[in-house]
């Protein structure tokens, strides 16, 4: 291997340059950060589960500002169920009575304990978090136009655009074409040959930070109104499930990013027609060319309008 290298016979590694690097460490950060948060409140939860406190099953969000308070309140031990319900604000307080019924468990010393730590923890999480967010922020100063030309494809937002970016940079010229990203990022099918014939193969293994950010905004362009990506989606998901139409869409946003960063030019959604579009010409061709077979002269015109 010393040797090929040696003589230039081996492709250097993508190494982005030492802005981009900083980035990355920071968008990684945030990502194991986040993870973290989700962790201590799944704790939280099943803490209160085994206190058979069922906050849960009443509040639709529990680390709210109304959640936090009635947890603060069942730390400290200082109120009725009735007294920590009334903490809740806005359209929780329709649900007093539930609350109160909810909030009536068996939390002991040792709950109030573990609770109280799992609360401090949470808040020391979050605290870093909006210290990421303002650095991140800071660091991405210099690819601002980057990162608005992404927001133009559908489902990604600002902390998809920075992971982007994050991880394949803005220069693109280092991959080649848009396919070599795709294969590189693991959003394209695995290359399965046996005895000279193509089969099946599962998805490539590439950049898990990209690919969970790329799936992640391909869930969130599946729910966009209008989208090429949203029709596109619905298709796959009918015939191959919801994971490889996730992937597919996934791949699509990746090529779309490839071009717009290479190029400059802005997204060009094609519609939530375009596919039926492209299946009426697609039928059209196909019965043409078989009257034609069939010895026939096909003149198409287009029906009149009935009024």
């Not at 601002?144 to 494809?153: G, H």
């Not at 046996?194 to 790329?214: D, F, I, M, W, Y």
């Not at 579009?277 to 026939?296: E, I, K, M, S």
């Amino acid at each position: 291997i010393a040797d090929l290298v040696r003589h230039g016979l081996v492709r250097a590694s993508f190494v982005p340059p030492p802005a981009i690097r900083e980035l990355r460490d920071l968008v990684r950060l945030r990502r194991s950060l986040s993870e973290g948060l989700t962790t201590e409140r799944n704790r939280t939860l099943k803490l209160l589960e085994t206190a058979n406190i069922k906050l849960a099953s009443v509040a639709s969000e529990v680390f709210g500002v109304s959640g936090l308070a009635m947890l603060r309140a069942l730390v400290e031990n200082a109120a009725t169920p009735a007294q920590m319900a009334d903490l809740a604000r806005g359209k929780l307080r329709r649900k007093l009575a539930p609350l109160a019924r909810a909030l009536e468990g068996r939390l002991t010393e040792h709950h109030r304990f573990v609770l109280d730590l799992h609360l401090r923890r949470m808040a020391a999480i979050e605290a870093d978090l909006a210290a990421l967010d303002a650095r991140i922020e800071a660091q991405m100063e210099p690819f601002r136009a980057q990162r608005a030309l992404l927001r133009q494809i559908p489902g990604v937002d600002d902390r998809v655009a920075a992971t982007i970016i994050a991880e394949i940079g803005v220069d693109m010229s280092v991959f080649g074409n848009a396919m070599r990203l795709a294969s590189w990022a693991g959003v394209c099918p695995g290359n399965y040959e046996s005895a000279g014939k193509q089969r099946r193969g599962t998805t490539r293994r590439g950049n898990v930070h990209l690919k969970t950010a790329l799936v992640t905004a391909a869930i969130g362009a599946s729910r966009r109104k209008g989208s090429y990506y949203k029709d596109k989606y619905h298709r796959l998901k009918a015939r191959r499930g919801y994971l490889r139409a996730a992937v597919a869409i996934a791949h699509k946003i990746l090529v779309a990013a490839y071009h717009m960063l290479a190029s400059g030019a802005p997204f060009r959604d094609l519609g939530e027609a375009f596919l039926d579009q492209q299946a009426r010409r697609r039928t059209t061709t196909n019965l043409v060319r078989r009257l034609n077979t069939l010895g026939y002269d096909v003149m198409l015109q287009p029906r009149a309008a009935v009024p």
